[in-house]
């Protein structure tokens, strides 16, 4: 048995008192008191349980130094010159609005709505609360009416302008508000345009080409807004993901992932109570029936939650923790071997795993790892390394649409082949790792 093996197994495995309770005021200080970057928090939060790196989640959606923030200014000055060109296509049909106090008041609601989600949302660190998000929709649906009211008893013209202004506050908005609801309104403010080009058909069919332009300019920027920021979006969750299932790579050959540490805590937190009413003299001793049978129970889930940390590794907790692939991998390793996998062959698998499910475009790849045992390896170095055989199953997606990196990344595990001939890709792998028992 080698020096490590033996100091993993003297080393007692004791669950670690939970003192951390992520508040609001907490998660901001997380993010303003770590300078580094979002991987230093990330494993920083790890330390602390999946509390923080909620937490951490949730700031890093609004961090300027991932875009967010950046994204926010930039849809607030295209907004802001959107209103510009909006006002130029007012004061363009000024004279032919015969109720162009109508108008007026459409674009000073407007104007104020703008400059007050701008100034809420910077308050607010950039957010905006649902009371002023509520009040901006139904200030937008008043201008749009008082402006259409207008047009539609102006005989000389059909150029309503207040859509633009409305279009424009909502793309300022695009950052402030979760993107679902954006384009919830998006889509009603495209109804209600195309409803107008209707009524304008009516009334003056010629003047429905200008119509139709305004429309567009209404909505077009929006829409294009709001697919930026989801994509955008995606983007940060896909490599912050990436980041949680990569920062397994170093981590002990055994252990518990983020989800068991939720419940490690909990139980942590309930058994500290205990002992502390029982050395406090709140609870006597001996316990009665119940207080013997919470005990009893807190003291099963603790040993089966430390049980498990000595038989799940960390290629089972990068699957498990990772919201991209623990839908599309099945993983069988009963005896744990992928702990025995060094830092580059361990990355290696992953990476292998992870190009298959992350540029499967529209197809959904289904992904089977399996660890088998371990064999014997011949040659000078048979008495230090065993063969570690990986076998890998995937399907639902075309040999053609897996990335060719994929292959550099199977090498750095191990000697590979891959078998197509059947509806499914097979590959196996030989990976040769540190014999775990040297008397073997």
Same mark, same amino acid.
């Given at each position: 048995?080698?020096?490590?093996?033996?100091?993993?197994?003297?080393?007692?495995?004791?669950?670690?008192?939970?003192?951390?309770?992520?508040?609001?005021?907490?998660?901001?200080?997380?993010?303003?008191?770590?300078?580094?970057?979002?991987?230093?928090?990330?494993?920083?939060? *790890?330390?602390?349980?999946?509390?923080?790196?909620?937490?951490?989640?949730?700031?890093?959606?609004?961090?300027?130094?991932?875009?967010?923030?950046? @994204?926010?200014?930039?849809?607030?000055?295209?907004?802001? &010159?959107?209103?510009?060109?909006?006002?130029?296509?007012?004061?363009?049909?000024?004279?032919?609005?015969?109720?162009?106090?109508?108008?007026?008041?459409?674009?000073?609601?407007?104007?104020?709505?703008?400059?007050?989600?701008?100034?809420?949302?910077? =308050?607010?660190?950039?957010?905006?609360?649902?009371?002023?998000?509520?009040? &901006?929709?139904?200030?937008?649906?008043?201008?749009?009416?008082?402006?259409?009211?207008?047009?539609?008893?102006?005989?000389?013209?059909?150029?309503?302008?207040?859509?633009?202004?409305?279009?424009?506050? &909502?793309?300022?908005?695009?950052?402030?508000?979760?993107?679902?609801?954006?384009?919830?309104?998006?889509?009603?403010?495209?109804?209600?345009?195309?409803?107008?080009?209707?009524?304008?058909?009516?009334?003056?069919?010629?003047?429905?080409?200008?119509?139709?332009?305004?429309?567009? %300019?209404?909505?077009?920027?929006?829409?294009?807004?709001?697919?930026?920021?989801?994509?955008?979006?995606? %983007?940060?969750? *896909?490599?912050?993901?990436?980041?949680?299932?990569?920062?397994?790579?170093?981590?002990?050959?055994?252990?518990?992932? %983020? @989800?068991?540490?939720?419940?490690?805590? =909990?139980?942590?937190?309930?058994?500290?109570?205990?002992?502390?009413?029982?050395?406090?003299?709140?609870?006597?001793?001996?316990?009665? =029936?119940?207080?013997?049978?919470?005990?009893?129970?807190?003291?099963?889930?603790?040993?089966?939650?430390?049980?498990?940390?000595?038989?799940?590794?960390?290629?089972?907790?990068?699957?498990?923790?990772?919201?991209?692939?623990?839908?599309?991998?099945? @993983?069988?390793?009963?005896?744990?071997?992928?702990?025995? @996998?060094?830092?580059?062959?361990?990355?290696?698998?992953?990476?292998?795993?992870?190009?298959?499910?992350?540029?499967?475009?529209?197809?959904?790849?289904?992904?089977?790892?399996?660890?088998?045992?371990?064999?014997?390896?011949?040659?000078?170095?048979?008495?230090?390394?065993?063969?570690?055989?990986?076998?890998?199953?995937?399907?639902?997606?075309?040999? *053609?649409?897996?990335?060719?990196?994929?292959?550099?990344?199977?090498?750095?595990?191990?000697?590979?082949?891959?078998?197509?001939?059947?509806? =499914?890709?097979?590959?196996?792998?030989?990976?040769?790792?540190?014999?775990?028992?040297?008397?073997?």
């Amino acid at each position: 048995m080698t020096d490590q093996d033996q100091a993993e197994q003297q080393q007692p495995v004791r669950p670690t008192p939970v003192t951390f309770t992520p508040g609001a005021g907490t998660r901001s200080r997380m993010r303003s008191a770590d300078p580094d970057g979002a991987l230093t928090q990330l494993v920083r939060a *790890r330390r602390l349980g999946p509390d923080a790196v909620d937490a951490v989640r949730q700031g890093i959606a609004r961090d300027s130094r991932l875009g967010i923030g950046y @994204l926010g200014i930039g849809a607030v000055i295209i907004g802001a &010159l959107l209103v510009l060109r909006g006002l130029f296509s007012f004061g363009w049909t000024y004279d032919r609005n015969e109720l162009v106090g109508f108008s007026i008041a459409g674009w000073l609601i407007v104007i104020g709505s703008f400059a007050a989600a701008v100034v809420i949302a910077r =308050r607010t660190r950039g957010s905006l609360p649902s009371a002023a998000w509520i009040a &901006l929709l139904a200030a937008g649906a008043v201008a749009l009416t008082l402006d259409h009211v207008a047009v539609w008893n102006s005989p000389d013209t059909n150029y309503v302008s207040v859509p633009i202004g409305v279009g424009a506050t &909502l793309l300022a908005c695009s950052t402030f508000r979760p993107v679902n609801q954006v384009l919830l309104a998006a889509i009603g403010l495209t109804v209600v345009e195309l409803g107008n080009i209707v009524v304008v058909a009516l009334i003056d069919p010629d003047g429905v080409a200008y119509t139709g332009q305004q429309v567009s %300019l209404a909505v077009a920027p929006l829409f294009a807004g709001v697919i930026v920021v989801r994509s955008f979006g995606r %983007l940060v969750q *896909r490599e912050l993901d990436r980041t949680v299932a990569e920062s397994t790579i170093t981590a002990p050959r055994y252990g518990l992932g %983020l @989800l068991a540490s939720a419940e490690l805590a =909990r139980l942590d937190l309930a058994a500290e109570e205990l002992l502390q009413d029982v050395a406090s003299g709140r609870t006597t001793l001996p316990l009665d =029936r119940s207080e013997a049978a919470t005990a009893s129970g807190l003291a099963t889930d603790l040993r089966r939650l430390l049980v498990a940390g000595r038989r799940e590794t960390w290629l089972h907790h990068a699957v498990a923790d990772s919201e991209y692939l623990a839908s599309a991998v099945r @993983l069988t390793d009963p005896d744990g071997l992928a702990g025995y @996998l060094e830092a580059g062959q361990r990355d290696g698998l992953l990476s292998t795993v992870w190009l298959i499910v992350d540029e499967s475009g529209r197809y959904t790849p289904t992904i089977d790892v399996e660890i088998g045992r371990p064999g014997s390896l011949s040659g000078p170095d048979a008495l230090d390394r065993m063969v570690l055989p990986i076998a890998m199953s995937v399907g639902g997606i075309p040999r *053609r649409r897996i990335d060719p990196a994929v292959w550099s990344a199977l090498s750095r595990v191990g000697q590979y082949s891959v078998d197509g001939r059947t509806g =499914r890709l097979r590959v196996s792998v030989d990976a040769h790792v540190v014999v775990p028992d040297a008397s073997r």
